[in-house]
């Protein structure tokens, strides 16, 4: 049987960028990354959620920030250089990433758009983030993560 490979995971690999692949079992109903890093029975101040938001000035822009912490948008904003940030609507995820709700990944994108990873990714040797598919993520160095996507840390929680 051929191992299960996304998009994001091959993009990871042919970057030589070393990577460990978990996969839990999901709840249609509760598609939150705190269920995900308990099915995996990990710290969630490891497991970064994807969040894609358009910006007044800057357009389409991704932060990844812990599971449990919630968008700080006045502080995704000055991390962007722009005035204001808004959540894109969750029918437009698809279109503009290629992703779904629940597997979208930071790596593999349709468009490669501005990045800010929290700067609390910084405190750990590997953080984890979607492998590109729900039910599935990819344990990697923050600083790979990072150089990969072209991001920046931020202070961009609450």
Not at 82 to 99: A, F, N, Q, S
Request: net charge negative.
């Amino acid at each position: 049987m051929k191992p299960f490979k996304t998009n994001a995971m091959r993009l990871v690999e042919n970057a030589g960028i070393a990577y460990t692949h978990r996969e839990y079992d999901y709840d249609e109903d509760d598609l939150s990354g705190v269920h995900a890093a308990e099915a995996m029975g990990v710290d969630p101040d490891t497991v970064f959620k994807t969040l894609v938001t358009r910006g007044e000035k800057c357009g389409i822009l991704v932060f990844c920030i812990p599971v449990a912490a919630e968008l700080d948008l006045k502080k995704c904003a000055v991390a962007a250089g722009d005035k204001r940030v808004e959540m894109i609507h969750v029918k437009e995820l698809l279109g503009l990433t290629g992703y779904i709700r629940g597997g979208c990944s930071p790596v593999g994108m349709k468009k490669q758009y501005p990045t800010f990873i929290d700067e609390t990714a910084e405190l750990f040797d590997e953080i984890l983030v979607s492998a590109g598919q729900r039910g599935h993520q990819m344990a990697l160095p923050p600083e790979a993560l990072r150089n990969l996507v072209g991001a920046s840390y931020a202070d961009l929680t609450k």
